[in-house]
């Protein structure tokens, strides 16, 4: 009597039924309850002190102007080639103090990825 009584109560707790029903359940669970453990760390959290980002940055950082001042190539708003590209760096490397080592590093560098570009193109 024993033994039938014990197979029984096995029965119930692995029911094959159950199993799909549980695994339905378990991520719903877990969605309704996971939000509610979130609420003390999201409370804890500093207040807002109305800083806004024109307080901490400059405008020119806000707006994107470089420092290298000027045309519209040179602050880079315009839609460049290679060959634009090449003639704006160099025309940056030119301004800078070394610029005979920067004009000759931006040279090799945009040979390099030119050459790669015509290399995938063709």
Known sequence: MASSNYS???RLISNPR???AIALLLPLLLS???PIALIG???AQEADNEVSPED???DDYLNQVFPWYGNDKLQFREYHDYFSMKERMQTLA??????TLVAIRW???ITKVGFTIMQVLG
Do not use: G, Q, Y
């Open 41 to 43: 760390p999201a409370n």
């Open 18 to 20: 159950r199993v799909p």
């Open 56 to 58: 901490i940055w400059s």
């Open 107 to 109: 040279e090799l560098m």
């Open 94 to 99: 030119d301004r800078k103090a070394e610029s």
């Open 8 to 10: 029984s109560e096995f």
């Open 32 to 34: 309704i309850f996971a």
